[in-house]
């Protein structure tokens, strides 16, 4: 009400921090601070039929008052940057776009991935879809492109992991009970919340990695995959293509049979027994990505901004 998080600036001010990083939290228009606001992405004006009136203008106006008290703003891709020019034209503020690299540590890739394969009861060759369980992740169409493929004789294994969505309770049960329905328990493997090293074995021994989402910001699990040097089937979205230099096979997120074409030319193609490791560009991505930050951030403490 008074445009400043009073706890805050005093945890913030016996701190001595320098500049403050807003990832969904807004601390007030009187802030004192220097401070750059994160956008991700723009879903709720992508696809706004997923949210409430409520959550849909409660995002919308976090954005606008974050964007009104002049912070610098900071997105994770060129995508993005459209998106904000034709969502909110005219701000006068600091914009920078820095992609992020993931570099995972030596000691989450010790897992060896056989041993993740058989705890889960996987067979040698499947797919693997780590996304969220929400609902514009999509993961029906991979549902009704293994429907597709069982039809013509294709017995084909996507194993999924992550969380289910807390917003929409009955989207998991319902599309598990349509798995059932259609005899597909042995297609679409759902494995939960799984830990993280598990998640990076069963990426590095993937035929390929499957990301059907309808939005992204800068997808993490695409990143991932970039690191060990995965095959990627992905949806045709605008950051999906800014991400991989159109090095993936690319679908229309509504159209199944052209993700069961790909499913079965990656199948056909992959070979029996594959376990990646890093690839030699990851080193170039991380340096970049930190270069990016680095100067963003020194920028903004300074009061210079940051183009």
């Not at 956008?39 to 974050?66: M, N």
């Not at 991932?224 to 997120?253: C, N, W």
């Amino acid at each position: 009400m008074f445009g400043l998080d009073a706890p805050a600036v005093a945890a913030f001010t016996a701190s001595k921090i320098d500049m403050v990083f807003e990832s969904a939290r807004f601390f007030g228009w009187r802030l004192p601070f220097p401070a750059v606001a994160w956008f991700p992405d723009f879903q709720h004006r992508l696809l706004p039929h997923l949210f409430s009136r409520r959550a849909y203008w409660r995002r919308d106006l976090g954005f606008r008052v974050q964007i009104a008290s002049g912070r610098h703003i900071m997105l994770s891709s060129a995508t993005a940057l459209g998106d904000l020019n034709r969502f909110y034209p005219g701000n006068s503020n600091g914009i920078s776009v820095v992609r992020f690299a993931t570099d995972p540590p030596a000691s989450l890739l010790a897992t060896h991935p056989s041993d993740v394969i058989a705890h889960y009861g996987l067979p040698s060759r499947y797919f693997y879809l780590p996304n969220q369980f929400w609902r514009h992740k999509n993961h029906q169409i991979v549902v009704d492109a293994l429907d597709l493929l069982k039809s013509q004789g294709l017995d084909v294994v996507v194993a999924a992991s992550g969380s289910t969505d807390f917003r929409e309770s009955d989207l998991f049960e319902r599309t598990m009970s349509e798995v059932k329905s259609r005899g597909l328990e042995t297609n679409f493997r759902h494995l939960g919340m799984i830990p993280l090293d598990q998640v990076y074995a069963l990426l590095r021994a993937s035929i390929a990695l499957i990301n059907p989402s309808e939005c992204e910001g800068w997808s993490t699990t695409v990143e991932e995959a970039k690191s060990f040097g995965v095959p990627m089937i992905l949806s045709d979205i605008d950051v999906h293509r800014e991400q991989t230099g159109g090095k993936a096979r690319y679908f229309v997120a509504d159209d199944a049979k052209v993700l069961a074409d790909h499913i079965r030319d990656a199948a056909g193609s992959a070979p029996d027994a594959v376990v990646r490791q890093l690839q030699p560009d990851l080193d170039d991505r991380v340096r970049a990505f930190v270069a990016d930050f680095v100067h963003l951030a020194t920028e903004v403490a300074r009061g210079t901004g940051a183009k």
